[in-house]
């Protein structure tokens, strides 16, 4: 008896959150934070909005997890086996991300709703903190300063290339990314980052 019937890799129920997800990264690029609603993610997922309901509860929920999904699959943690090798991939991961539409609607939209409400300036403070979780590893890893603070070394990492593309209107280069990473690295070599 073949039992492969009853095995469904991801099955229909990761289907449709992949879909919901991906359809809600589209209408942020489409329409923007302000401009989407549920049920136009759900129009474009091809599911009925009580389904998003029912998995996320609200608008803002749907649009962190999206975000978070996101960044998972575009910046990950890089570990090349060298501190210098690693911040300059990390660099190019986040300029990588904010020269796409999806990462400049994804920022926008975390800008535009953190402004707009509490949840999601909630949601938005648990995002970064998530995120600088998952990439503070590459401080972590032994070849810088003991008491290196890993928050601060990866903000200043990332902070010129969203000042780029926030305040100067235009998408971050890999020169920016290289800059960037040059700068923190001998910033934390010099001690900069170390707590006192």
């Not at 803002?60 to 575009?74: D, G, H, M």
Request: aromatic share 4%; glycine share 10%.
């Amino acid at each position: 008896m073949n039992d492969t019937g009853s095995v469904r890799p991801g099955g229909r129920t990761a289907r449709t959150r992949a879909a919901v997800l991906d359809a809600t990264l589209a209408e942020l690029v489409y329409r923007g934070y302000e401009g989407m609603s549920v049920e136009s993610v759900a129009g474009r997922a091809g599911v009925h909005k009580t389904t998003i309901y029912r998995r996320w509860g609200s608008k803002e929920r749907l649009v962190a997890e999206a975000l978070e999904a996101a960044a998972e699959s575009r910046i990950g943690a890089p570990d090349t086996g060298d501190v210098e090798g690693d911040l300059r991939a990390l660099a190019r991961a986040i300029q990588a991300t904010l020269s796409g539409r999806e990462g400049v609607a994804a920022v926008h939209a975390l800008v535009s709703g953190a402004r707009a409400s509490p949840e999601v300036r909630r949601i938005a403070r648990r995002f970064w903190a998530t995120r600088m979780d998952h990439v503070g590893a590459i401080v972590e890893r032994g070849q810088l300063r003991r008491g290196t603070r890993t928050a601060e070394e990866i903000e200043h990492l990332a902070a010129p290339l969203y000042y780029q593309l926030l305040v100067r209107g235009e998408p971050p280069t890999e020169a920016d990314a290289d800059l960037a990473a040059a700068v923190v690295l001998a910033a934390a070599r010099a001690g900069v980052f170390t707590a006192d």
